[in-house]
């Protein structure tokens, strides 16, 4: 691998963010912190038009209460574990600043819910400036790109009114099956790969998940969509299996977590060693 090509992949990797936990530990998903945060900057500005979201990020409200997944997880990827999202917001004066904070923290906890798969908690907010005008809708982002709020937010000097406070959401019901072995961080070096050139085991994965309902494209954060490794060593009483990753984009209108868990059933089922599967959303077009 070329220098220029190694850079072009960890650039394109730090872009998507932190890898966070879509459902539960059996759920063996993830999805990229740049495609959450868009598809909640969106949530955002249609149901609460008087503010402007900036600067939004997710990790673990609690480290120590995260789980182990129930498959090998993609190389830095979060673990699965209730989320704490944290944002800097303006707004208008059309409404006292705690309703407003209270209708955000609302649509941004419901978003991540049910139109992601995400088990969000707790919602920190900040107020950092009063804006006198509505603001104006930037229209369509690219699929999967930052919003333009995130540099400005990144480069403004801290400070404002705290408005924090913690959000329910509802735990998405974890996918049923058969116990999967626990597996490493980090899975095994690729046997096969498709999405740019693989074994024909590999295209085959590919074909079968591009026919999954709500799958738009397979995407490839090192730039495989598909990857099969070598046979994961057993843990405890599971026999040793071979593990499977596939990152792809979500289409519109489909639910991440509900085609994650319907690409990891089809991909298990059309090889016949039934491997161990993760998927990583990487883009919501």
């Known amino acids: 691998m070329t220098a220029d090509r190694w850079t072009r992949m960890v650039r394109q990797q730090v872009g998507l963010g932190r890898f966070l936990p879509l459902g539960g530990p059996?759920?063996?998903a993830w999805i990229a912190e740049r495609a959450a945060g868009t598809a909640l900057r969106r949530a955002a500005?249609?149901?609460?038009?008087e503010v402007r979201l900036n600067g939004v990020r997710l990790g673990l409200a609690d480290p120590d209460a995260a789980s182990d997944p129930a498959v090998p997880a993609p190389p830095s990827a979060l673990p699965p574990g209730p989320l704490r999202l944290t944002a800097e917001f303006a707004a208008t004066a059309a409404w006292p600043l705690p309703e407003t904070a209270s209708r955000l923290r609302t649509a941004l906890a419901a978003a991540a819910a049910e139109r992601i798969g995400l088990e969000l908690t707790e919602v920190d907010l900040?107020?950092?400036?009063?804006?006198?005008?509505?603001?104006?809708?930037?229209?369509?982002?690219?699929?999967?790109?930052?919003?333009a709020g995130e540099a400005s937010a990144a480069a403004r000097t801290a400070g404002g009114t705290e408005a924090s406070g913690a959000a329910t959401a509802s735990q998405p019901e974890e996918a049923s099956g058969s116990a999967e072995a626990f597996g490493a961080a980090t899975p095994a070096p690729a046997a096969g790969v498709a999405g740019g050139g693989g074994a024909p085991e590999a295209e085959r994965v590919a074909d079968v998940v591009l026919g999954v309902a709500g799958v738009s494209r397979l995407t490839g954060a090192w730039g495989r969509g598909v990857r099969l490794g070598a046979e994961q060593p057993a843990t405890g009483?599971?026999?040793?299996?071979?593990?499977?990753?596939?990152d792809?984009?979500?289409?519109?209108?489909?639910?991440?977590?509900?085609?994650?868990?319907?690409?990891?059933t089809a991909v298990a089922a059309a090889l016949p060693d039934r491997p161990t599967v993760a998927v990583l959303v990487t883009d919501l077009d």
């Not at 500005?45 to 038009?49: A, H, I, K, S, Y």
């Not at 400036?129 to 603001?135: Q, R």
């Not at 040793?240 to 596939?246: G, I």
């Open 26 to 28: 059996r759920d063996g």
């Open 45 to 49: 500005e249609r149901d609460v038009p």
């Open 126 to 147: 900040r107020v950092t400036e009063l804006l006198d005008t509505e603001p104006a809708s930037d229209g369509p982002e690219a699929p999967g790109a930052p919003g």
């Open 237 to 246: 009483a599971a026999l040793p299996r071979r593990h499977a990753r596939v």
């Open 248 to 264: 792809l984009a979500v289409a519109a209108g489909f639910r991440p977590l509900e085609v994650a868990r319907a690409v990891r």
